[in-house]
């Protein structure tokens, strides 16, 4: 089925650790983003790619970085993982301008 | 500041009802909004869509309604479903924002 694909589905790090989370869409979309939810703050915007080898930065940049690989993929990077950045973390893609998003199922990050 | 925002954070409502879920926003120059609807452990997933241009848009069983004087948008889901449980997000564009979601619950 076409549509957003998230990796790992969970993950638990230690304070400092770091990792990659992947994003990966089949719809040829232009548009990227990756957004954070945290209960009761709805989802906030990290950074995004408009189109291919353009990133800028959401609301909540500070402890991310990205990478927009090619036009299907969009990784997101914690460096030192930091017990704040406990989230579920959410992928999404569009064609680009005013049009809906379509969501991965998220990644479930705790941070101890 | 400008702000895309809810009335109510929890809505529960008898199977077959109709339910009304509000959204208010304040950015003036928004002209696409969208419901989502996020069920547990899912993302979010794309409801239905209106642009400025138009007030009232239906889809199956789900109508939204914009009132641009008043910046508010509507949800109207007719004859819930226990299916219908989640948490509804509305959002805004340009910029995509979204509010912090109410949480439907259907009781048998």
């Known amino acids: 089925n076409a549509g957003v694909t998230q990796t790992p589905k969970f993950q638990v790090l230690k304070t400092g650790q770091s990792m990659t989370l992947q994003c990966a869409q089949d719809m040829n979309h232009n548009s990227m983003y990756w957004y954070r939810q945290d209960p009761g703050m709805g989802l906030r915007l990290i950074y995004y790619?408009?189109?291919?080898?353009?990133?800028d930065k959401g609301e909540v940049p500070n402890g991310y970085n990205v990478s927009r690989l090619n036009k299907r993929e969009f990784s997101l990077r914690l460096e030192s993982a930091a017990p704040s950045q406990t989230s579920v973390y959410f992928c999404?893609?569009?064609?680009?301008?005013?049009?809906?998003?379509?969501f991965g199922s998220g990644t479930r990050l705790t941070v101890v | 500041g400008e702000s895309v925002g809810l009335h109510l954070p929890t809505l529960s409502v008898q199977e077959g009802d109709n339910s009304i879920i509000n959204c208010a926003y304040s950015n003036s120059a928004s002209d696409y909004f969208i419901w989502y609807k996020q069920e547990s452990g899912k993302g979010p997933q794309f409801i239905i869509d209106?642009?400025?241009?138009?007030d009232k848009r239906q889809g199956q069983r789900v109508t939204v309604l914009l009132n641009k004087t008043v910046k508010h948008l509507s949800l109207q889901i007719a004859a819930t479903q226990p299916g219908d449980s989640a948490v509804y997000f509305c959002a805004e564009n340009p910029p995509m924002r979204f509010g912090a979601g109410t949480r439907l619950t259907v009781k048998p």
């Open positions: 209106i642009r400025s241009n138009m």
């Open positions: 790619s408009a189109s291919e080898g353009t990133t």
């Open positions: 999404a893609s569009s064609p680009g301008g005013t049009y809906g998003y379509t």
